[in-house]
């Protein structure tokens, strides 16, 4: 990607020197905090490590408030590499929220949450190893820095768009909240439980498109390099409910899935990112709402 470091956006709070947590997090349709797209990537790494399913009890109705391992913490707050990585997240969340401001009227800028380790929100108390994540409850995106490390070295999902991608998923998420989305989802789960995974993979998919509606936006402007798109198309795919339990557990359980296939994730984000157009997104009528 094509930026240029110019600081930090005005929409950063940076909590990374302060001691966070406080108990387990909230999951669930009652807990308003998502198992974000970071969170399944990291899910993956620990089942992996631990050599133990993660991801099923989380994903497929097991017990929402368990605890997770805290991920490594990133390097010192006055890293030089790691205040580029701020200035980056930064950009895309400007660029991204920018896109977002001339497309809806209705629009309020989200805020992003920079933490180590653990962290408390209105959604209650998450630790890394939750990854990114987006709370409806105080409108704020949470990032630990050392995730976007993860996401290379552990899981083969480099590049700086594919990082892009990352955030602008959970923007994604916010545009969901203003819209009227998210109490929708959760208020539909609540009437069907039998249909909650189903419509919590639509509600996924389509925050993939909306990263990909921003994706076309920075294409427009010149912020993207040859070989942007798949990376981001890359990320997408390694997020993958099928690809993520196969990984960790070497079979694929469909009916678990909550945040949507390989192919399903790869696909919404192109055509978010080729038709740049949030119409385009209704993936619930896709799904059969």
Partial sequence: MRWTPGGRSDN???RR?????????????????????????????????????LITPL???????????????????????????VQFVSF??????????????QYQPAKLVLFRDAVQSACGAAESASGPFYCPGDSKVYVDLSFFDQLDRQFGAPGDFAQAYVLAHEIGHHVQNLLGTE????????????????LSVAMELQADCYAGVWGHDAAKSGVLQPGDLEEGLGAAAAVGDDHLQKMSTGRVSPESFTHGSSAERSRWFRRGFDSGDPRQCDTFAAAGR
């Fill in 59 to 85: 994903t497929g109705g097991g017990v929402p408030g368990a605890e997770l391992p805290s991920a490594t913490a990133p390097t010192g707050v006055q890293d030089p590499q790691e205040e580029q990585m």
């Fill in 92 to 105: 895309v969340l400007d660029t991204t929220q920018a896109t977002w401001t001339r497309i809806l009227p």
């Fill in 17 to 53: 020197g302060q001691s966070g947590g406080g108990g387990g997090m909230r999951g669930g349709p009652g807990g308003g905090m998502r198992i974000g797209l970071g969170g399944m990537v990291v899910l993956l790494i620990l089942s992996l490590v631990f050599k133990r399913d």
């Fill in 183 to 198: 109490r929708e989802l959760r208020s539909a789960q609540q009437r069907n439980p039998s249909a909650a995974n189903r």
């Fill in 12 to 14: 950063l709070e940076d």
